[in-house]
């Protein structure tokens, strides 16, 4: 079933110690349409500026991405520029330039309007919600946030999330939203909030899904090389709900067999190792859905007893 | 089949932030053979002084383990104080008496030689292969070390390692050990050391099992509060070789299910998981093997999809 990603699109310049690159492709809308783009039918709602490169909009349609509501404003794409700490965990922000971002109101196409499955990249929390407002006949809605907005703007952030089946963040967000320092405390403490469903991504260490009743946990993969981590989170983003869509799943049928969502959660798991393996966007130029399922069965392997 | 368990028995000071405790039955090999013999016989190879209380004797007999091995000397036993930060991640020693415990020379009663499994807990790499050899029909041989004799005991602790089945350390070990940070080459980097079978312990983030042809991950058990994680290594360790001596298993034996070391370092995450839940061996006092089934139980409900 078809589903909506709404986020940045942007340039990205990117230094880790396995090498640079000054600009290339980005955005976290980006990153979950390309993973959830080989589940479903997405669609984009974003916005560039005119330096939007041909080649790269190629990218996105080669991949059967939707760009009814890629907007192209004048004006300069979103530039992020970012450098990562020698063992990867830790990132510093180089510089940020909005650009065209700074004013992204999104807006809907008609032909998006009653598709059932709705992602929220990380952006400003109104604008999430204003999304959301302008669909009809959702089945799954749901997102992710950052520290800045869990910070600055809690009122709305609660207000957004509440109307949430999903939310999607890492073990320090969850931390910081709950105010708990014990996951399981903070999970339930974010599941109160609205959303019946609460992913925590925790980096290479894996993620887990609570739901009232319930929790499963994964292990992260074992990569041999983590190449370039940025955009790991969206494409685990886009590999859980493009699983969701692909199924036609809604989180509160209560006959729902949990261990789908429990796939959806290798699937996006799955997605995040492939993002590492390269810079930037470059593993979705080769990536098959072979290769992805044999990582599904890897996954099986290596956590059965 | 029998176990011999070799390391420190001690007196520590803790401190967490949920409490403090001045002085309470510790040392490795006190946590390894409580959790080891939920499994299996065990027989301990460690020195005490004649503060050693007759509550704490008792508390080691009431659980079955044969002090045949137990050496007592005039003077005082072990004694380790250390405070952890709040959020338990790191702790820092305040004091290390070793006592009696620095002329160690551990003498294994002839009752203990034919034992087929040996587990030797973290001490001068010298004593740990002076005891290796003083064992004959040995099944399985393996134990722990630390950063301490990483650094500044390398070419005995790899003679040392060089003739043990497993090999069972923390992540930050393994790296210092193998001079690699990624864990994946790391292992590799050790397995070709000599034991043939690697786990890493990896805290709350759970552990990962290591052969030359596969390898096996297992999450953290989610506990909703970490009262005291001293002794949690050691419990991994003892419910780790406690589940292969029950078993009988060889870790040779080229017909071995592969699922059944898995099962083994299950078991060794529900002890480590039990030991954090209070003080020092506190939770040993109460522990059932129906607690321990129940949460293995649990481990495969939240890993299976």
Chains 1, 2 share one sequence.
Not at 2 to 28: F, I, K, N
Not at 171 to 183: I, K, P, V
Request: net charge negative; hydrophobic share 40%; proline share 4%.
């Amino acid at each position: 079933m078809s589903l909506v990603v709404v986020g940045s699109v942007a340039y990205d310049a990117v230094e880790t110690p396995h090498g640079r690159v000054d600009r290339m492709l980005g955005g976290a809308c980006t990153y979950i349409a390309l993973a959830a783009g080989y589940f479903t039918e997405v669609g984009i709602v974003a916005v560039v500026g005119d330096d939007f490169a041909a080649e790269d909009q190629a990218l996105l349609t080669d991949h059967g991405i939707d760009l009814a509501g890629l907007e192209r404003v004048p004006g300069k794409t979103f530039f992020w520029a970012g450098v990562y700490s020698p063992d990867m965990n830790e990132r510093t922000t180089l510089r940020t330039d909005l650009n065209v971002f700074a004013d992204f109101q999104p807006k809907l196409p008609e032909s998006y309007r009653a598709r059932p499955y709705l992602l929220l990249g990380n952006i400003q929390p109104a604008l999430q919600r204003s999304v959301r407002a302008q669909m009809n006949g959702l089945r799954v809605a749901g997102g992710d946030t950052m520290n800045y907005w869990i910070r600055d703007y809690r009122p709305e952030l609660l207000a957004t999330i509440r109307e949430w089946d999903f939310l999607l963040i890492n073990d320090s967000e969850a931390r910081m939203l709950s105010g708990e320092h014990n996951l399981r405390r903070a999970a339930q403490a974010i599941l109160d909030m609205g959303p019946r469903t609460l992913v925590i991504k925790r980096g290479e260490y894996g993620a887990i899904l609570f739901r009232r009743d319930s929790f499963f946990i994964v292990p992260g993969y074992l990569l041999e090389q983590v190449f370039d981590p940025t955009g790991a989170g969206d494409c685990f983003a886009g590999g859980f709900i493009g699983y969701l869509a692909a199924r036609g799943l809604s989180l509160e049928d209560p006959g729902m067999d949990r261990r789908e969502l429990s796939r959806a959660v290798i699937y996006g798991s799955v997605l995040g190792s492939f993002c590492c393996e390269r810079f930037g966007v470059d593993r979705f130029r080769t990536l098959t859905r072979a290769e992805i399922d044999a990582r599904f069965q890897e996954f099986k392997d290596f956590t059965d007893f």
